[in-house]
Nanobody, 123 residues
Framework: QVQLQESGPGLVKPSQTLSLTCTVS??????????WTWIRQPPGKGLEWIGY???????YYSPSLKSRTSSSRDTSKNQFTLQLSSVTPEDTAVYYC???????????????WGKGTQVTVSS
């Protein structure tokens, strides 16, 4: 059973960098064709896809957030991270780490989610 657990500060000041870590257990983040993804949900709004770091270390981010987003990984700890710079109150949301799989063109989806962590941007 794969489990994902988000961790990081619950409060970030405007203009600072939001940093979150996702710790994965029950499966390796280097296993082929898995994409380790960040998704957020602002209060009263729908889910927003942020980006991923793939099994091979490559990254891809939402165009709307790309200029402020970066992700890295520590394979020895089976963790991956999210950094979102220059945050504003609009970045307040519940942040989820998610495993996305794409084993074939017709077999793909998000199968495991962390419980989510609330991040509030406020001075």
């Amino acid at each position: 059973q794969v489990q994902l657990q988000e961790s990081g500060p619950g409060l970030v000041k405007p203009s600072q960098t939001l940093s979150l870590t996702c710790t994965v257990s029950g499966g390796s983040i280097t296993t082929s064709l898995y994409y380790w993804t960040w998704i957020r949900q602002p209060p009263g709004k729908g889910l927003e896809w942020i980006g991923y770091i793939a099994y091979n270390g490559s990254t891809y981010y939402s165009p709307s957030l790309k200029s402020r987003t970066s992700s890295s990984r520590d394979t020895s700890k089976n963790q991956f991270t999210l950094q979102l710079s220059s945050v504003t109150p609009e970045d307040t949301a519940v942040y989820y780490c998610v495993r996305y799989f794409a084993t074939t063109p017709w077999n793909y989806g998000m199968d495991y989610w962390g419980k989510g962590t609330q991040v509030t941007v406020s001075s």
